[in-house]
C-alpha cells in the first residue's frame, strides 16, 4: 500500500515538473518582453523584426506621440460631455447643437490625420516590407468601415 502511495505521490511530482517547465519555457518570449523598458511596444520588435536602432527610433515617437495624444483624446472628451449637455437640454436639433457636433466631428478629425501621421511615421523606421504590413495591420484595426454607420439597412421581418 505504501508503494502504490509513493508511486502516485512521485507521479504527481513528475507531472506537476513537467508542466512548469513547459510552461516556463512556452512564455519565455512573453515574459522577457514583459521585463523591456517598454513592454507596450516590445511586440513590435519581435513581430517586424526591427533592430535595436529602429525599435529605439519606435519607442522615441511612441514617447513622443502620447502626450498630444492624451491631450486631444481630452479635448474630444470635453466636446462628447458639452454635446451631451446641450442634448440632455432641450428636445430639437438647435443651432449650438449642430455647433457642438461640427466641433466634436473636427476634434475627431484632427485626431485621426495625427494618429495616421503617427503610424506613417512609425513605419518609416520599420524595414519597407514591415512597414507596409504594420500599416496594412494598424489601419484594419483603428479605421474599421462600417463601425459607425450601417453598411446595409436592417432587413424588415414581417409576421
Known amino acids: 500500500m505504501r508503494k502504490s502511495w509513493l508511486i502516485l505521490l512521485g507521479g504527481l511530482v513528475v507531472g506537476v515538473l513537467a508542466y512548469a517547465c513547459i510552461y ?14 517598454h513592454p507596450e511596444l516590445a511586440w513590435l520588435k519581435t513581430e517586424y523584426h526591427l533592430t535595436d536602432p529602429q525599435f529605439a527610433q519606435v519607442v522615441q515617437l511612441h514617447d513622443a506621440y502620447l502626450p498630444k495624444c492624451a491631450a486631444m483624446c481630452g479635448r474630444i472628451d470635453e466636446q462628447n460631455a458639452k454635446v451631451q449637455q446641450l442634448l440632455a437640454a432641450t428636445n430639437a436639433v438647435s443651432p449650438e447643437i449642430k455647433e457642438a457636433l461640427a466641433e466634436a466631428a473636427r476634434l475627431r478629425a484632427k485626431c485621426e490625420t495625427a494618429m ?32 459607425m454607420v450601417p453598411t446595409k439597412p436592417p432587413m424588415k421581418m414581417d409576421k
Open 116 to 147: 495616421l501621421q503617427h503610424f506613417f511615421e512609425t513605419s518609416r523606421q520599420m524595414p519597407p516590407e514591415q512597414g507596409k504590413r504594420y500599416l496594412a495591420w494598424v489601419q484594419s484595426q483603428t479605421l474599421l468601415p462600417g463601425q
Open 24 to 37: 516556463l519555457h512556452a512564455t519565455s518570449v512573453q515574459r522577457t518582453m514583459e521585463q523591456s523598458s
